[in-house]
């Protein structure tokens, strides 16, 4: 092994421990069809890389009619959604499985 390859070795492993190029990764977590937090805050104007993870056994379907955006995120698994750059503002959100007791916001600033 010499160095160039080891170079490679850890900067994938700090990729992996990151999990992102993103410098701002927000979570959004479902967990007892509730979304935590009820509102993620994200800063407008630039791109931003949002994960929601779905804590529950059953699937959801982040959905935001504000947004244009529709996942499924199966039970115990997690969804990427890369949105923006936002204009200021709040912004719907839902899982479209269980829309009447699971909403929640978005808020750029
Ligand atoms: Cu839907």
Known sequence: MNYKSLAV???CAAL???GSAYADDYVFTLKDHKFTPEQLIVPAGQ???I???NMDKTPAEFESFDLNRE????GGEEVTVILGPL???VY?????????????TIKAQ
């Not at 996942?71 to 199966?74: D, E, F, R, S």
């Not at 719907?92 to 929640?104: L, P, R, S």
């Open 16 to 18: 992996l421990l990151t």
């Open 87 to 89: 204009d200021a503002g």
């Open 47 to 49: 791109k931003i890389k």
């Open 51 to 53: 994960t929601v993870r």
């Open 9 to 11: 070795i850890v900067g």
């Open 71 to 74: 996942k499924v995120v199966k």
């Open 92 to 104: 719907q959100v839902f899982d479209d499985f269980h829309k009447d007791t699971t909403t929640g």
